[in-house]
């Protein structure tokens, strides 16, 4: 990993809130109270209906993402949304392959088509990997391997600075608790060691966050203890005070 690259956290707000006021005002609250901070980039993922509202968040040290983005650029595709025009609202960052959009129906055949596009249109991806469940024999392990790959596919090493990889185990997102800080580490060394196959050395300039019940209380800890280079926060990032405290902690470390 580069020495400068900065450390990651992103906030997904799923579909909420509920209204652009609340939207505003709680990106308003967390620009605001990350003025300071020097070396941690924060990305909000909003919901689209709310992007041209909050345009104005993005600057050197908040940026504005996506939760998803279609696979084409144009054409007939009732209700999608593109890249080129998500762009329009300053936004940088797409988060692609979260687990309840694979739910829905996102393969991963169709994940790699959404990666490929999104950054063939200059945006950055984060993507989203994880398993549902554990098991005795490791075929988790295996799992997780083939989602690296397959997203992967076709992804030459010029982009490599363009992508983010969150590993969320399914089951720990929406959760009580995170994952333990040495299994968060396992995996952040697991992957890594994915990325060195696919891409050699450079595949350490890839940063790997994690995600799934990340609270202001043990944030710090999975950083540090966990070694990943970053979180993907949903619930914790609709509380401005929290995830600013939160980040704010983070940058000291
Ligand atoms: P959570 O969600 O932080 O509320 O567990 C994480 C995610 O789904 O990205």
């Not at 909420?16 to 924060?42: D, F, M």
């Not at 945006?123 to 398993?131: A, H, P, R, S």
């Amino acid at each position: 990993m580069k020495k400068k690259t900065k450390n990651l956290i992103v906030g997904n707000w799923k579909m909420n809130p509920e209204t652009v006021s609340e939207a505003k005002k709680t990106a308003g609250a967390i620009k605001r109270g990350l003025l300071n901070i020097k070396k941690t980039e924060v990305v909000i993922c909003s919901p689209f209906v709310y992007l041209d509202a909050l345009k104005s968040f993005s600057s050197k040290k908040t940026i504005l993402g996506t939760q998803d983005i279609f696979q084409e650029n144009s054409g007939s595709f009732t209700g999608q949304i593109s890249p080129n025009q998500a762009r329009q609202f300053n936004v940088s960052y797409s988060i692609i392959g979260h687990s309840e959009k694979r739910k829905l129906g996102d393969t991963d055949e169709i994940v790699n088509k959404k990666v490929i596009n999104v950054l063939n249109s200059g945006l950055k991806v984060i993507i989203c990997i994880g398993e549902e469940k554990r098991d005795h024999s490791g075929e988790y392990l295996s799992f997780i391997k083939k989602q690296i790959f397959l997203a992967l596919k076709d992804v030459s090493k010029k982009d490599i600075e363009n992508i983010v990889i969150a590993y969320e185990p399914i089951w720990a997102i929406g959760a009580k608790e995170p994952m333990g800080t040495s299994e968060i580490h396992e995996m952040s060394i697991f992957i890594r060691k994915i990325l060195r196959e696919i891409y050699g050395m450079l595949g350490d300039d890839i940063r790997i966050l994690y995600g799934g019940s990340v609270f202001l209380e043990n944030a710090k800890s999975i950083m540090v203890d966990g070694f990943v280079h970053g979180l993907l926060i949903g619930r914790e990032s609709l509380n401005a005070k929290n995830f600013v405290e939160m980040i704010k902690d983070i940058d000291k470390i």
